[in-house]
């Protein structure tokens, strides 16, 4: 299939955008790329895709993503974390029952899909959410997914205020061989859509023990760890007062620092733990909308940027989002850190940009595979339609991206070269159907969990 | 007609949601709410409109607006505030000609009736832009608009490396009388759809004599007033240095402490200047966007909310946001001051949507006709399709709204009893007309003002 008729921003290495581009799809991979024109004469028997003048970007990369909280969005909006998470996230997640995990998946892989993402980082799939059946749910709807499998030997958190629901708590043995075997049943299936991850929770939820269980494994058989991590101030202090290190110090000790590691928030980290994240290669995902809703705190993004981390982005899950719209979620990086910083020119949309595509890609390991528009590359790509109001006028397509576009100017989205979004329509997943499903599941899940979910303001 | 079937969150005094709600307009009024079933057999003889389930809310208030600026969408971003003011900003607001300012006016107010906002205050109304031109879009758009008439009679800002454009300069004489002659001319007309402000220059483009006759005859005339205050940090110095006052004891020096006044941006004030806020009921446009942005810092909103500061919302220009949407613009308003405080409990979704609904009209003096739906008050409503993959699922329509949707959503819009715009599609505006019409004006005050907006990265 030839796609023509687009400015096509490739994310190359030279960051050329291309005017009235195309892009000739060979099965799954970018075969050629360049000028309409051209590449219309050198392939005119091509069966043809007409953008209509869309600006076409990289699928983005969102690197932190709970599925299973697609069902509880808005539970427990404006209240204290321990509310928020010991007795909303935590008590319906862990009512979770047969297909709630593979409908809450689907209801957030359309989200995602419709908005642009074309590939995301799953942080913790528990058994209870049913990793096959989630699975499935990537295989089915035309994502590209890592799929962290649920770490985990200890129930509590850094206190016993945090005690973790009694439905979500697994052993050791659930999570090392559950892993094992996930990967071994999933990892590579749909195309080499799926990889199998481990996604572990964060310390206080892991002993040290199992840390470098799960670390030697990752070493040995190349399985990529993604955790949250320095999220509150609670964190950082419970390293100092149980083992009396700094965050990034604790991550060392267990063998986390690596390549191979995505860690997730990392808002309460000093200078000291960011040289130690670059020197090591540890890949970070900024999530900005989750670490203000919940009064987390701001990431000091500049300066891991400044030292060479690599940050990729991600939108967390829609208790603390509430959606999860990459586009919108790069205008929050961008202005954010302007407003802390006092310096209008840090973050601009084009690092920006990087940061929810090649640096996301990198954060996975497949900076050879997706991230850029290039040739030998997997077909990943997403065309916007600028040509809206709020998008009136642009002459920077990057900028107009990222501070004037949000997820619902996406027009298509094409997956591993198929088509998985037209015309702002879904063609994988009935969206009305899994839209009413979602909701019959979230009014079950919160009956059984004994929650009621109700406007503050008196309904008459 | 009767607009039935829909969830109503009237803001009334006891913020009752109505579930299954109607709305009976007469003229331009609200003549009776209430449950649809109940409204259906009071009025059978009504037309009727079916809302078809979506959630409706009073009409939103931009209390902060700057109509040209739409033409100048991007035109400066990730640029220090001198290159993006001076070089640019200025430098082409200084080049408008003719009509320019009546297209810009008419892609903003677009852009704003499609995401919502049913009521604006514009800024500063240069005499450059025609105002007369720009109450005719508002006149024909079925927008309702406070217009602020420019005032300045200075044409440098703090320092000399701020010097106004020569073409943005406008005296004394221009600045009163101009501003007398539009209120005569405009105030009240359309229905009552239009009134004439004063839209003062920030300090240093006003004398301390110009303030004081504007000032006293503000409050002679009933004429309101808004203007740009301690914005930036330059701004609070500029107060100490040539006064030796904080920027509300200068406000106070010159008359402008009253509740006729909206002060915008307010981000360098300290606890004693919003006492002093509070103590004189004047009001405060936040304008968080724009102050994250242009890397203005962050207002200290919670604080003046505490100390009973009415306090409103604003989407300021399109080279600072880049979008006049309001919901989105409620969401960072909602967040921001979380990550600030670390407290995931200040500024709630219901507290956000009341500064974008009552406080604005407050601001606006227009608290008896608009800002909530109630009996007698002006029919200015909005409904939002949350049947959305985004938005699902919802137990709570106005952390729903907040948090997880965005002026896409928005399915109609109702302003002072008249339908503009229904199933997202614009009544009063030709959507491509405008648009395209922009894009050309735009595109010829580049060349005038001498600018090249471009990409960062090299087009092929």
């Not at 919160?446 to 009621?452: D, F, H, L, P």
Request: proline share 3%; with cysteine.
């Amino acid at each position: 299939m030839l796609y023509y008729n687009a400015d096509i921003v490739t994310m190359n290495a030279d960051r050329h955008i291309i005017a009235d581009g195309a892009i000739l799809v060979k099965d799954n991979r970018i075969a050629d790329i360049g000028k309409t024109k051209a590449l219309k004469e050198k392939y005119p028997e091509e069966e043809t895709y007409d953008f209509g003048g869309k600006l076409v970007i990289p699928g983005l990369i969102d690197t932190h993503v709970h599925l299973a909280q697609s069902l509880l969005r808005g539970c427990a909006d404006d209240k204290e974390l321990i509310q928020w998470l010991c007795q909303r996230v935590w008590v319906l997640q862990g009512c979770f029952e047969e297909d709630d995990g593979y409908v809450a998946a689907k209801l957030c892989i359309a989200e995602m899909l419709k908005s642009g993402t074309t590939t995301f980082l799953e942080a913790m799939c528990a058994d209870r959410y049913n990793f096959s059946r989630i699975a499935t749910a990537v295989e089915e709807s035309g994502i590209r997914a890592c799929l962290g499998k649920i770490v985990m030997d200890i129930g509590t958190y850094t206190d016993a205020a945090f005690a973790m629901h009694p439905g979500l708590i697994e052993t050791r043995e659930q999570s090392l061989l559950g892993t094992l075997a996930m990967h071994e049943k999933w990892h590579g299936k749909a195309n080499d859509r799926i990889h199998v991850w481990f996604g572990s929770r964060t310390p206080g939820g892991v002993s040290v023990e199992l840390f470098k269980e799960m670390t030697q494994i990752s070493q040995e058989k190349d399985i990529r760890i993604t955790m949250h991590c320095a999220e509150v101030e609670a964190d950082k202090k419970y390293f100092r007062e149980e083992f009396d290190m700094s965050p990034m110090e604790f991550c060392d000790h267990v063998g986390l620092l690596s390549d191979k590691t995505v860690l997730v928030h990392m808002v309460w980290i000093e200078e000291k733990d960011i040289k130690m994240l670059a020197s090591s290669g540890t890949h970070v995902s900024h999530n900005p909308t989750s670490n203000c809703k919940l009064a987390s705190g701001i990431a000091k993004v500049p300066m891991m940027l400044e030292h060479k981390v690599n940050v990729s982005m991600g939108c967390d899950g829609s208790p603390c989002n509430n959606d999860y719209d990459m586009i919108r979620e790069m205008k929050l990086a961008a202005i954010l850190h302007k407003a802390v910083s006092l310096d209008p020119t840090v973050m601009p949309a084009e690092q920006v940009l990087e940061m929810a595509t090649l640096n996301g890609a990198k954060a996975l390991g497949l900076e050879k595979e997706i991230g850029s528009l290039e040739v030998g590359k997997k077909a990943d790509f997403v065309a916007v339609d600028l040509n809206k109001l709020h998008t009136t006028p642009s002459y920077n397509p990057v900028s107009t991206l990222v501070y004037a576009a949000t997820g619902g100017d996406v027009d298509t989205v094409v997956v591993d070269g198929k088509i998985v979004v037209q015309k702002g329509e879904l063609l994988t997943i009935n969206e009305e159907e899994i839209r009413v499903q979602a909701k019959e599941h979230a009014d079950a899940l919160y009956k059984r969990a004994g929650i009621v979910n109700k406007p503050i303001w008196p309904v008459v």
